[in-house]
């Protein structure tokens, strides 16, 4: 705000400079102009003064030649004589005086002053306009908006952004707003999974406790010997901690399964829209993406039909097997195909070279779970599951299939 403030003074400095340049060349130049006028129409009068001096009379005299002189005059009684409607020259030849009207060809004295300092007045108000309805329109909200992103970062999330009529930043104030209650929100559900994520292991932890207390006790009694005379005491014992042990597997089961489910899952909100928009918005990022490293995202030929699920989800899944076919595959070549099959949209993300294996091709959805292909490479393990998820919630599908050295993930999106 400060550096733009600063600018407005330096365009008000600039203009107060220049006005005064323009008038000081200006006032010269017309001292200029009139000094070379009156040297001319002078000339002149001298000329036809000299005309009048060698007996030529006053009715005789070739005007038509002159520039500036209009008329000769000789003086007659009366005050008209020095009172005429333009400039004059009164000259005495031979005793008798003559007045010598003459005009001058440039603008009246100080037109061009004027008509200068109206220009730069107008172009300085229209200026100074333009900048002060930026500095209240675009650079005090934008000044305003400039802390929320630090006051996210730094957890702040209580304050709202407030909200103001504009039609430069409606969307983008709207926008900051709802990633700032997305985030509250987010941490709020956290903060809920956190705790139910420790109640249930603290609850999990003292049920194993029985059955380890058990498992303990059953060996003890074992190893001093206290079974040895009973056989089928001993057995039985033994049995029991077998139970035991399968009742500690199913616990570490749930507990295996309780970390898989806490994996967030963004809700989807359900609507309509074409396929073209879907597509259009994935050719529009990746051609920006990857044309640096020249990679061609190619999407065949398709009949666009209107999609029935969460737009924002769409895209998330498309650019997640998009990403994945760049980063698992040659990287030189991505084909999007589409296909139909029971009122539903297939979209085929097909993938080349250094696909997983065949033997590992039923758990790349499965959460936490990286191919032998993935080795070197980045990557949690939760994006394909994520994306199976997320498509269950839509109402379609997600699968995969091996076709030689290419890899075809295909998302089933169902028509509206």
Known sequence: MKAFDRLISIVILVFVLLAAVMNVYLIADQVKRDSEEGRQYRVEISRLEGNLASGTAVEDLDLSSCDYVTAVVPYEEGEQFYKPASDYELRQIDGDLYRFDYKTKGSPKGTSLVICNCVLA?????????????????????????????????????????????????????????????????????????????????????????PLSAIKLSAKALSSGLYDDDEDRKREVAEGIGDKVVEIEHYIKDITGAARDDVTIPEVNISEFYLSELLSKIREYYDAKYDVTKTEVAVGEYKDVLIKADFDRAVEVLQNLVENAYKYGTGNRIEISIGREEYCSLVNVKSFGNVVPATELPHIFDSFWRGSNAEGKEGSGLGLYICRRLMGKMGGDIYAGLTGESMIVTAVFPEA
């Open 122 to 210: 107008g172009a300085f108000l229209l200026s100074l306009g333009v900048l002060i309805f930026i500095r209240s329109q675009i650079i005090k909200p934008l000044d305003k908006l400039s802390s929320v992103p630090e006051e996210l970062a730094r957890g702040n999330l209580s304050t709202g952004v407030m909200e103001k009529k504009s039609k430069f930043f409606g969307k983008l104030v709207w926008g900051l707003d709802v990633l700032r209650q997305k985030v509250e929100d987010d941490r709020k559900r956290n903060r809920e999974l956190e705790k139910e994520e420790k109640t249930l292991l603290l609850s999990l932890s003292h049920d194993i406790k029985t």
